[in-house]
């Protein structure tokens, strides 16, 4: 059966290598369930291949000049800008997410994150510091890069994510072996083109495809220097422990469980604008969500009374209709996982169930054609009457479903929203900026919010404390994370300070 795409293969040496594999699967169209391309699985011997060229390439990259490589990845970041449409349907495909979505955040926020770096090492932000220590001795520093990195993707954003790990990692000098999730590949051989277009030289980044096992022979692999991994915290724990076998620097962006606080006399169209995209964009595929809405008690009657009107503007549909701003799962095991999860919440926790609920043959008929009736899609979800012990307010769902809290005190909202393991993002509404900064600075997590939610911007770095994750993407710390520090002192006075001297 011919299928809408190329098969993809692993990339390296600066073009596809279709003799690196052995096995084939198949991505599959959220949307409808139809498959879009085959997918052939990186043999071992290949991925030695993939690191092999990178290896080569590292020492020329590492050492052209850093103003020239960030003409190289500006180009790229003009070239995608260019390509925006094409690339947003390719997204549109892979993930289910609408194209009013992927053309407008994907490949732009992906770009810019590009741009960024470039910008950033283009204008001496890998210079190191020179410290005088006295008249005729002082220390200078340098920033090296690291050699052959890894970056593991996760499925919800896929060309951002490979943009956000291979922009610093090339910007600094490294080169890099980029391996997609299994479930959204399309990406990764169109991004490996574009660089290559764009004057990135053969070896500098490479593509592997395939599941876990092929991620988990870069993570040991003696020649990686670093893993930077997106993904949930169960894969990160074992990322992280196979890494640290080699002492491997890592970068670790993990799953959340993040507190939307609406505060007392908070603006209500606000809190509850915040509270949706908090939950709903993406269908709830966002690592940052705020899926537990805390709102003061008497709140809640004229907070769920707006949230159920607002309701409406939740429009499923046709993916590549620009009114279209929901879109399904993004793949079966995940359809089923979050369906489990709405389950449990009905049957087992015995929340309130305020809106939605699975897909029932009414609303997919309602809401869908008849070839989208097949694919992957569960209903915007609302829980109200929620309790800390719940499975549902307590673990990550990672799709459309919201919980919604009582609070009294605000010290109370603060020790509940902390009593989690995580600590990604979190965020306040409020009217009073002095408690929205106080409550914001007791919150134990790395990525916060006033008044609005989920902007990522290129300057600002992010990453999650306690259980999601280590170190941080963007902003100047992004850059630092793909470098290793060398310090030099340099004493002009003539003699070596020794204790061995003649008495
Ligand atoms: P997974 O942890 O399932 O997978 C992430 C990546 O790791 C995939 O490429 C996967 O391969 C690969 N992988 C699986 N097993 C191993 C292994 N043993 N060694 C090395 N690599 C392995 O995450 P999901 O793809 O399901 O992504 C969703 C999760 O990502 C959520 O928890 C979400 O919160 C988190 N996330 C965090 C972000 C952040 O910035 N903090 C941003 C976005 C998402 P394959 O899929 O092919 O099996």
Known sequence: ?????????????????????????????????????????????????????AQKAFPAWSSTPAIERARILQKAAAILRSRNDELAVVETHDTGKPFSETSTVDIVTGADVLEYFANLVGGGGLNGETIQLRPNAWVYSTKNALGVCAGIGAWNYPIQI??????????????????????????????????????????????????????????????????????QVSTGQKVAGSASGGLKYVTMELGGKSACIILPGADLEQAVDGAMMANFFSTGQVCTNGTRVFIPESLKPSFEKRLLEKMEYLRAGDVMDPATNFGPLVSKPHFQKVQAYIKHGVETDKATLLYG?????????????????????????????????????????????????????????????????????????????????QVIARLEAG??????????????????????????ENGKKGLEAWVRNKSTLVDMGGEV???FCKL
Request: with cysteine; proline share 7%; aromatic share 10%.
């Open 1 to 53: 059966m011919s299928l809408p795409y190329s098969p993809r293969f692993a990339y390296y040496d600066g073009k596809p290598q279709s003799s690196s594999s052995t096995s084939s699967f198949q991505t599959i169209d959220p949307a409808t369930s139809t498959p879009l391309a085959n997918i052939h699985t990186t043999t071992p011997s290949a991925i030695d291949s993939a690191i092999a060229s």
């Open 162 to 231: 490979a943009l956000w790990k291979s922009a610093p990692c090339l910007a600094a000098g490294n080169t890099m072996i980029y391996k997609p999730s299994e479930f959204t590949p399309l990406h990764s051989t169109l991004l490996a083109e574009i660089y290559s277009e764009a004057g990135v030289p053969p070896g500098v980044f490479n593509v592997v495809q395939g599941g876990g096992e092929v991620g988990a022979y870069l993570t040991q692999h003696p020649s990686i220097a670093k893993v930077s991994f997106t993904g």
């Open 357 to 437: 609920g699975f897909a029932t043959p009414s609303w997919l008929s309602t809401h869908l054609n008849k070839d989208y009736q097949s694919g992957y899609w569960v209903q915007p979800t609302i829980f109200t009457d929620c309790t800390d012990d719940m499975k549902i307010v307590q673990e990550e769902i990672f799709g459309p479903v919201m919980s919604i809290l009582t609070y009294k005190t605000i010290d109370e909202v603060v020790r509940r929203a902390n009593d989690t393991k995580l600590g990604l993002a979190a965020g306040v509404f409020s009217n009073d900026l002095n408690q929205a900064h």
């Open 447 to 472: 990525i916060t919010w006033v008044n609005t939610w989920g902007e990522s911007p290129a300057e600002m770095s992010v990453g999650g404390w306690k259980m999601s994750g280590v170190g941080v």
């Open 497 to 499: 300070p020794t204790v």
